[in-house]
């Protein structure tokens, strides 16, 4: 056998990366060479809103939902990875004790595993990190002047 | 392998490879002329039917007309990441194409470019890339649509994210593999997935649709609200790119629908239903194989003018208060069945 055959998948995978490389390169830069000669005045360089000069800078300031959101998805995200090796595996960890499997014990470590994530899921949604601008989230309005 | 096999085996990497660039220039185009076509027609209008036969060279106009217009780099932007956003759209669709098991085989080729063995964790992990490109170009633009828009679509994606591993997992439960050659064998053998696991493929059905930012979900751009998001400070074919890309992510969802729910490119029945032996088997599973995918994307069209969209609110409620615990049971569910089966 070659010594390269078990490679060839990633060989043929490093191939693509290259051809998509060298088209996104191509996508950029040929409109800049086939396309009018570049202009700049004051309109087409400011920013895009409604017509008017902007009043605030940028960065634009958002909330912090976003970073919630984020740290749950990698929380939750891992676990997944930890199932998809549990799943593969698990029609052959679910066989009886005697054929070579765990029996039921293959699927009771994944229940347990589940309910420690649940708890986590349900704590998540019980002090409101789940919700988007619901009526406890809400910030109190301030009375008018 | 000799050295002839190794001649033989870059001949087979090349043709490959241009046969995904074929394939996505082929599908990508006609499925945005697809798109205005049926938009047409559920909106009781005519639709584009001048350019060409019936309209059908619609599409290359459009994209010569983006080729040839001026390439404006407003003074505002991060220019580097301005430059590359767009492409880092459309790179994870073609890459994600590499591993698409798109016919058995042709003669002695294997349709597949990349047979990675655990198949499924490279999709997940370049498709994930793609969020980089709609964060990045919303802030590069350094304006405030795109960056809102950026935002927003960062948040949705990574929330279904979660939703699809988990969905995909009581596949692997069943096929007993990460590999998208194998899934397609085991559906092709034991009958298509999407009859044994009906609520995963509905929630990965749902998932792909926030993942693509399509309607009902498409908030990134939501046109109302932020006139077109991320992409606004884009034009010429920068912003042809992100249009590409989004269509790209359409037809690769797609694909990936058929491929781990619909049988990939079987069908159930006698010569079809098994690695093809001669030529023309070959070329009709390379041929059901993008029927398949056409009549998704149909369905993806069809919602889109249908469905109106959701609130922000409502989009990460359905995903992270209704679709992550149906995935969670869909799992136990699964893990029971086949407990007491025994494994079999």
Partial sequence: ?145 | MHLDGVILEWVFVIVRILAIFVITFMIVPYTVMAERWVCAWIQDRIGPNRTGWFGLMQPWADALKLFLKEDIIPHHVRKVYYVIAPTLVFLPALLTMALMPWGSNLGPMSCVLADIGPGMLVVFAVGACSVYGIVLAGWASNSKYPFLGGVRSAAQLISYEVCIGLSLVAIFMQTQTLNLTQTVLYQAANGWLVWQQPLAAFLFLICMFAETNRAPFDFPEAEQELVSGYNIEYSSLKFGLFFLGEYANLMVASMLMVTLFLGGWSLPFAPLNAPAQVWWVGAAHVAIFIAKTACLLFLFIWVRWTVPRFRYDQLMGLGWKVLFPLALLNILITAVVLGLRGGA
């Avoid at chain 1, 990875?81 to 070579?100: M, S, T």
């Fill in chain 1, 1 to 145: 056998m070659h010594p390269l055959e078990h490679f060839w998948p990633f060989i043929a995978f490093g191939a693509m990366v290259v051809a998509a490389i060298g088209f996104s390169i191509i996508a950029v830069t040929f409109p800049s060479i086939l396309g009018p000669r570049k202009t700049h005045n004051e309109i087409k360089d400011s920013a895009y809103e409604c017509g008017l000069p902007a009043t605030t800078g940028t960065p634009a300031r958002f909330s912090v939902k976003f970073y919630v959101v984020a740290m749950l998805f990698i929380l939750f995200d891992i676990e997944v990875v930890f199932l998809i090796a549990w799943g593969v595996l698990y029609r052959k960890l679910i066989k009886p004790e005697g054929a070579g499997g765990l029996g039921w014990a293959a699927l009771a470590v994944a229940v347990i595993f589940l309910l420690i994530l649940e708890a986590g899921h349900i704590y998540a949604w019980r002090s409101g990190a789940l919700d988007w601008a619901s009526w406890r989230s809400r910030p109190q309005q301030e009375p008018r002047a």
